[in-house]
Nanobody, 115 residues
Framework: QVRLVESGGGLVKPGGSLRLSCAAS????????MSWFRQTPGKGLEWVSS????????GSADSVRGRFTISRDNAKNTLYLQMNSLKSEDTAVYYC????????RGQGTQVTVAS
């Protein structure tokens, strides 16, 4: 059974940083792409970033490229999202997901960017 547990969200001021973590279990983590998505009230899920199984290939949405960095530690079965230069429009619930779709995702962690 796939289990994904996000952590690290919170309230941060514009320009600040946060690092999200996602602890994975129930599948062979090192064999899969992993992704981050986010959702704001009234909107659908928005893809943020993905990383391939060994961490050598990453991709990010235009809205976060250059500010957010996805990474993984296959020894710890953990996915990360380092978020720098945060903006108010980054406020959302952030979800990690197995592979590049949203079918298997965690419960989410709230990120609020406000002064």
């Amino acid at each position: 059974q796939v289990r994904l547990v996000e952590s690290g969200g919170g309230l941060v001021k514009p320009g600040g940083s946060l690092r999200l973590s996602c602890a994975a279990s129930g599948f062979t983590f090192r064999n899969y792409y992993m992704s981050w998505f986010r959702q704001t009230p009234g909107k659908g899920l928005e893809w943020v970033s993905s990383i391939n199984s060994d961490g050598s290939i990453t991709g990010s949405a235009d809205s976060v490229r250059g500010r957010f960095t996805i990474s993984r530690d296959n020894a710890k079965n953990t996915l990360y999202l380092q978020m720098n230069s945060l903006k108010s429009e980054d406020t959302a619930v952030y979800y990690c997901a197995k592979d590049r779709g949203t079918e298997n995702r965690g419960q989410g962690t709230q990120v609020t960017v406000a002064s």
